[in-house]
């Protein structure tokens, strides 16, 4: 798996309908999605969800390339997900056994499924990233989280930490490739070797890069502060976050679809 396979915080302007939607609509959508998935539980739900994936892809215009690229790095937690379901789920049909370990139709079911809401959810969340700016999100999860205020919560801090985080992961993985390849130039060997010796290769690494995250973190500092930035108290915006009819019927599609994943989950299609 090469670092460049790792697309999340990215995010690819365009003008599609997904990209002009609210970015609180896409957060709420998210969400109402990511219910929907939990909700799920045999194959007509789980179709359902795949077609309003396949759906929310086409719609965004983001290649799908990209996201099959982006989802390489939880290819391992997915198989080790699998692997546990397989296992570890009881069942009354038995298929075959390993050693101690018993295989059940039941646990192939569980494994499969699962392994599909894992891709699926990390495929919409990825969703999300690729058609929203940083700013944006955060001024969308800043007015959601707007009534938490109430309870003296620093809400603009908060989300202002999180889009940040987001928004450097591209930058410090396209900086870890460059340190890496600097590193090869010299003779620094990262591929052979068994799973210990990649880890301790690896250990130079940490040292540049931290070196150069904090002062990637102190020159935004010190930008920040050039420019007056104080907190979300008296900050005017750009753009002004308004719902229009897009977004109602994005979020009465989504509600209605989570609802009828329930519905039918509940009958255990």
Same mark, same amino acid.
């Given at each position: 798996?090469?670092?460049?396979?790792?697309?999340?915080?990215?995010?690819?302007?365009?003008?599609?309908?997904?990209?002009?939607?609210?970015?609180?609509?896409?957060?709420?959508?998210?969400?109402?999605?990511?219910?929907?998935?939990?909700?799920?539980?045999?194959?007509?739900?789980?179709?359902?969800?795949?077609?309003?994936?396949?759906?929310?892809?086409?719609?965004?215009?983001?290649?799908?390339?990209?996201?099959?690229?982006?989802?390489?790095?939880?290819?391992?937690?997915?198989?080790?997900?699998?692997?546990?379901?397989?296992? =570890?789920?009881?069942?009354?049909?038995?298929? %075959?056994?390993?050693?101690?370990?018993?295989?059940?139709?039941?646990?192939? =079911?569980?494994?499969?499924?699962?392994?599909?809401?894992?891709?699926?959810?990390?495929?919409?969340?990825?969703?999300?990233? =690729?058609?929203?700016?940083?700013?944006?999100?955060?001024?969308?999860?800043?007015?959601?989280?707007?009534?938490?205020?109430?309870?003296?919560?620093?809400?603009?801090?908060?989300?202002?930490?999180?889009?940040?985080?987001?928004?450097?992961?591209?930058?410090?993985?396209?900086?870890?490739?460059?340190?890496?390849?600097?590193?090869?130039?010299?003779?620094?060997? %990262?591929?052979?070797?068994?799973?210990? /010796?990649?880890?301790?290769?690896?250990?130079?690494?940490?040292?540049?890069?931290?070196?150069?995250? %904090?002062?990637?973190?102190?020159?935004?500092?010190?930008?920040?502060?050039?420019?007056? =930035?104080?907190?979300?108290?008296?900050?005017?915006?750009?753009? /002004?976050?308004?719902? /229009?009819?897009?977004?109602?019927?994005?979020?009465?599609?989504?509600?209605?679809?989570?609802?009828?994943?329930?519905?039918?989950?509940?009958?255990?299609?």
């Amino acid at each position: 798996m090469a670092l460049k396979d790792i697309t999340l915080g990215q995010y690819f302007p365009g003008n599609s309908l997904v990209h002009r939607l609210d970015p609180r609509t896409k957060l709420i959508a998210v969400v109402l999605y990511i219910t929907a998935l939990f909700l799920a539980s045999f194959f007509l739900t789980y179709l359902i969800m795949a077609a309003v994936l396949v759906l929310s892809v086409a719609v965004s215009k983001v290649p799908p390339k990209a996201l099959f690229r982006g989802m390489k790095p939880i290819l391992f937690i997915a198989i080790f997900t699998a692997v546990l379901n397989l296992f =570890y789920t009881p069942g009354t049909t038995e298929l %075959f056994r390993i050693w101690i370990f018993t295989v059940t139709l039941e646990g192939v =079911y569980r494994a499969f499924f699962m392994v599909v809401r894992i891709m699926m959810l990390i495929a919409g969340t990825f969703l999300l990233t =690729y058609t929203t700016s940083p700013i944006l999100l955060t001024d969308g999860l800043e007015s959601l989280l707007n009534p938490l205020k109430k309870l003296h919560a620093p809400i603009h801090e908060l989300s202002m930490i999180m889009s940040i985080a987001l928004r450097f992961i591209p930058t410090l993985i396209e900086e870890t490739d460059k340190i890496m390849s600097a590193q090869r130039a010299r003779g620094a060997d %990262f591929e052979t070797g068994n799973l210990v /010796q990649k880890a301790k290769a690896l250990i130079p690494l940490l040292v540049p890069l931290f070196i150069s995250a %904090f002062r990637r973190a102190d020159e935004l500092a010190v930008a920040m502060e050039c420019r007056c =930035y104080h907190g979300g108290e008296g900050r005017t915006r750009l753009r /002004q976050l308004r719902y /229009q009819l897009r977004d109602w019927l994005t979020l009465l599609f989504f509600a209605a679809v989570t609802i009828l994943v329930g519905v039918l989950g509940h009958f255990g299609l």
